[in-house]
């Protein structure tokens, strides 16, 4: 028997050359019934799996995932692909802005600001219109914040991204929590008052877990220092972004 996809002599029920399944059977109604299962039930066992473990323990579960136990846990780029996704969509669906569309709605009036010509505006706005991919530009700056404040720990800078990867995605639930409970109670100010503090307190929280060799005040010491590094290298790059459109 030769396989379908590469022609190679197979002898098995899989290919040895490229793994395909030696009987790939006819596309019917029952292909397609299989195809939806082992698309959402089977592959997104570990994405809601991931979710789970991260609501109840974070920082472990991503210590578990750098160290090497990965079976059962989502991809981080794409964990954070899909709830920016998934929170953008909902945010559209209820009529209301995202964190950073209300940051931009603000910035753009700002009537004093000295950089709010058309064409910066026009940058903002095409990272809120693109809600997901804004998340992965702002994350390598972010985690070369925690690489710094944390650099004498043994993480290297792409494990920070993983870290700071699972965490954000993370913080796309919270935010789409906390979405719909404004939009169902229509007490925004309330809410909008108390959701940053979940977002920041769960960064804390994961933090405190992951890096759990450290006393807890030195790294909550160092979490802001974190903060604060993102917060000048963001400056930074607006003002780079001032200067060259």
């Not at 590469?6 to 040895?16: K, R, T």
């Amino acid at each position: 028997m030769n396989c379908k996809n590469c022609n190679a002599e197979v002898n098995g029920s899989f290919c040895s050359n490229c793994g395909q399944k030696t009987n790939v059977g006819i596309i019917d109604f029952k292909y397609l019934l299989s195809e939806l299962n082992n698309s959402f039930f089977q592959v997104d066992h570990g994405f809601f799996y991931t979710i789970k473990q991260l609501a109840i323990a974070p920082g472990y579960s991503i210590k578990d995932f750098i160290n090497g136990k990965r079976k059962n846990y989502f991809k981080p780029i794409t964990f954070v692909l899909i709830l920016s996704t998934v929170y953008a969509l909902i945010a559209g669906f209820f009529d209301e802005r995202t964190m950073l569309g209300d940051f931009v709605t603000g910035w753009s009036n700002y009537k004093n600001s000295k950089v709010s010509s058309n064409d910066k505006i026009l940058v903002f706005q095409w990272l809120v219109k693109n809600y997901a991919y804004a998340m992965l530009l702002f994350l390598p700056v972010f985690s070369l914040g925690s690489y710094l404040s944390f650099r004498k720990h043994k993480y290297n800078y792409f494990e920070h991204l993983v870290l700071n990867s699972f965490v954000t995605g993370q913080q796309a639930v919270i935010y789409t929590f906390f979405l719909i409970l404004k939009s169902i109670t229509k007490d925004s100010v309330f809410i909008e008052a108390i959701y940053m503090l979940f977002v920041l307190g769960y960064a804390f929280w994961s933090y405190l877990q992951f890096f759990n060799n450290y006393k807890k005040i030195k790294t909550i010491l160092l979490t802001i220092l974190t903060y604060v590094f993102y917060l000048i290298f963001m400056s930074l790059i607006g003002l780079v972004l001032s200067l060259l459109i």
